[in-house]
């Protein structure tokens, strides 16, 4: 018998189809519910190439989690209605694990205010990649000792937001890290508007958006006479999903509302 019942949000997106594929193939997990605005009435195991469950997809969350009763919720939708899912689940009892990025500060307040009320906990992982968090962490080691630095960040063209949370996750932790503040640069003259990008506590972002991509960021480190790369590559959305399932695993013994797959793997 499954240990988990899970239901998916944005199940018909390219993440939610890879979502449902690994939930699906790992026994520990019953996939109980599937919603989207898109592909209503279709069979997930049709969206997966015959490798989903054979529920049909839904677009009214609240009924599909009322008649399921789900122990967790994975959400790849949108930043636009990730929140409001999250306090839907929370409401519920249901245990939020996000994957949709684009997150406000005051969005994550309220998540964490509602994870109290409910006493339901849950986590939102700007990035669910094993790499990917273990480069902020490389970045946030070496930003003690090497304050100047640079976030590049390059993704598909149907991404939405910019800077991608993985970016603005890194420029925090960079920021919390640093046991200096960068060097001062000298005035600088700019011949076209926003072409050093945009800063997040005293780390300049560049946002790529171009087909081709999946998810990339490097992180580069300027020193007198040296320079380090931190980089991350994702050259499928599958690289995902082993990051999916530890924090399903872990969610339910979470302390309240969480953000970043980090405090999961250096606890």
């Known amino acids: 018998m499954a240990e988990m019942k899970v239901a998916v949000v944005g199940a018909a997106g390219r993440m939610g189809r890879e979502v449902l594929k690994a939930l699906a193939a790992a026994p520990e997990f019953e996939i109980v519910a ?41 959400d790849f939708s949108s930043a636009a ?29 309220e998540l964490v205010a509602a994870s109290r009320e409910h006493k339901t906990p849950g986590i939102y992982a ?49 920021g919390d890290a640093r046991s200096e503040s960068p060097t001062r640069k000298p005035k600088p003259v700019f011949k076209v508007e926003g072409v050093r990008g945009g800063t997040v506590q005293e780390t300049p972002i560049h946002s790529v958006r171009l087909s081709g991509f999946v998810a990339h960021q490097e992180v580069i480190f300027g020193g007198k ?23 399903l695993r872990e969610v339910r013994g979470l302390p309240g509302f969480t953000v970043g797959m980090d405090k999961i793997l250096f606890r």
Not at 49 to 63: F, M, T
Not at 157 to 166: F, I, Y
Not at 227 to 247: A, W, Y
């Open 34 to 74: 599937a919603i989207d605005k898109e592909s209503v009435g279709a069979l997930c195991r049709d969206l997966t190439g015959g490798v989903g469950p054979e529920i049909a997809v839904e677009d009214k969350l609240g009924a599909a989690l009322d008649r399921s009763n789900p122990d967790a919720l994975v």
């Open 81 to 109: 209605g990730a929140t409001a899912h999250a306090m839907s689940a929370i409401s519920r009892g249901i245990a939020p694990v996000i994957g949709a990025t684009g997150l406000s500060d005051a969005d994550v307040r």
């Open 126 to 174: 700007p990035n669910f990649a094993i790499g990917a968090v273990l480069m902020m962490r490389f970045a946030q080691m070496a930003a003690k000792w090497l304050p100047n630095c640079e976030i590049i960040e390059l993704h598909h063209d149907r991404k939405e937001d910019a800077p991608s949370g993985t970016a603005l996750l890194t420029a925090q932790l960079i």
């Open 225 to 247: 006479g040296e320079v380090l790369t931190v980089r991350h590559d994702s050259m499928d959305r599958v690289s995902f999903m082993e990051g999916v399932k530890l924090c």
